[in-house]
């Protein structure tokens, strides 16, 4: 399949959701996604009255209670280890050749995975590792670099998605916030995610008394919070209007984190999540913690390790104490 989009018609609504459960059937049938097998174990932990900085938590906010984390253990491993390397010609970078580019899995990207296009910047692809069912991309048509400050075009890529079917998108900003491809890319997997529960920090996010000024939980680690700008129709003028306001929101969180572009114009390290309800940005000081890796998912509630040994080390370590180790 080639990489010209110029006469791809571009999907939204309900015609994207029906394109990506086709692909997804047909990308099993041929091999093309590798669903990684998982268990699921509940952790019930409880959080104190304060907030991250021992301040009371302002607007009348989620003063504390307990949170059902999902931790997700990997069954086996060993085959995403191996299938994920690239090919030989590919693999880099070489040290003796410093012409030899990195390998990117989104250029050219693998046809099996491609669901379509959904801007002119940007289109949705199957991810290749899925733990969970239907968890789409959405990359540039183009690289640009994962940490490049997210704009316009990133957040009506995603309100495109969010607009198709509820659910939680997130977005890794960089090595240190958990993204291992450099490729700019953001994710989508579909809520809810059972019949108990939309996401584990979904209680604790909607009992927030909705504002348009960043706030913050009761969640013992940093964060801010705002609410999301949704619209019900796939009008490109409604689309584009709802992005430009929680683009601008988004930066607005960033600011008052205090996280801002280095002087490579690369910002600095953090995660954003954004359901239809809300919209929320956290920053990130390590990608782990005495081993255990986390990324975006995490500050939803959900945490994947790859076996019961590292459950055991989570379990020593506690899930929301390893949230504040890898954000203080």
């Not at 996604?33 to 301040?55: A, F, M, V």
């Not at 940490?147 to 900003?173: K, M, S, W």
């Not at 003028?237 to 002087?263: D, F, M, P, Q, W």
Request: charged share 20%; aromatic share 6%; glycine share 6%.
């Amino acid at each position: 399949m080639g990489e010209s989009t110029t006469l791809t018609t571009k999907l939204t609504g309900q015609t994207l959701w029906q394109q990506v459960e086709k692909v997804t059937e047909s990308a099993l049938a041929c091999g093309a996604l590798k669903s990684i097998p998982t268990h699921s174990e509940i952790r019930e932990i409880s959080y104190t009255e304060s907030t991250c900085d021992g301040s009371t938590p302002n607007n009348g906010l989620f003063n504390g209670g307990k949170v059902n984390f999902q931790v997700r253990v990997v069954e086996n491993l060993e085959r995403k280890t191996k299938e994920v390397q690239p090919p030989p010609n590919t693999k880099g970078p070489d040290t003796k050749d410093p012409n030899k580019k990195p390998f990117n899995p989104f250029l050219p990207y693998e046809p099996a995975l491609y669901v379509g296009e959904l801007s002119d910047h940007y289109r949705c692809l199957l991810n290749k590792f899925n733990v969970m069912n239907h968890h789409i991309l959405m990359v540039t048509s183009k690289f640009v670099p994962q940490q490049t400050p997210l704009n316009v075009e990133d957040f009506l890529a995603v309100q495109i998605c969010l607009q198709a079917r509820d659910g939680l998108a997130f977005y890794n900003g960089g090595p240190i916030a958990g993204a291992s491809v450099k490729h700019k890319h953001l994710q989508l997997i579909p809520l809810p995610l059972s019949d108990e529960s939309t996401f584990p920090f979904d209680k604790p996010l909607s009992s927030a008394a909705a504002t348009d000024e960043p706030s913050s939980t009761a969640l013992p680690f940093p964060h801010r919070l705002i609410t999301t700008n949704i619209t019900d129709t796939t009008s490109t003028e409604a689309l584009k209007e709802a992005a430009e306001i929680n683009c601008k929101n988004y930066h607005r969180l960033l600011a008052n984190l205090k996280l801002s572009v280095g002087t490579d114009g690369m910002m600095a390290p953090h995660n954003m999540l954004m359901t239809r309800k809300h919209l929320w940005v956290v920053p990130r000081t390590k990608e782990s913690h005495q081993g255990l890796a986390l990324n975006a998912l995490g500050f939803a509630g959900m945490l994947l390790v790859k076996d019961t040994i590292q459950l055991g080390k989570l379990d020593s370590i506690g899930c929301m104490e390893l949230l504040k180790a890898v954000t203080q």
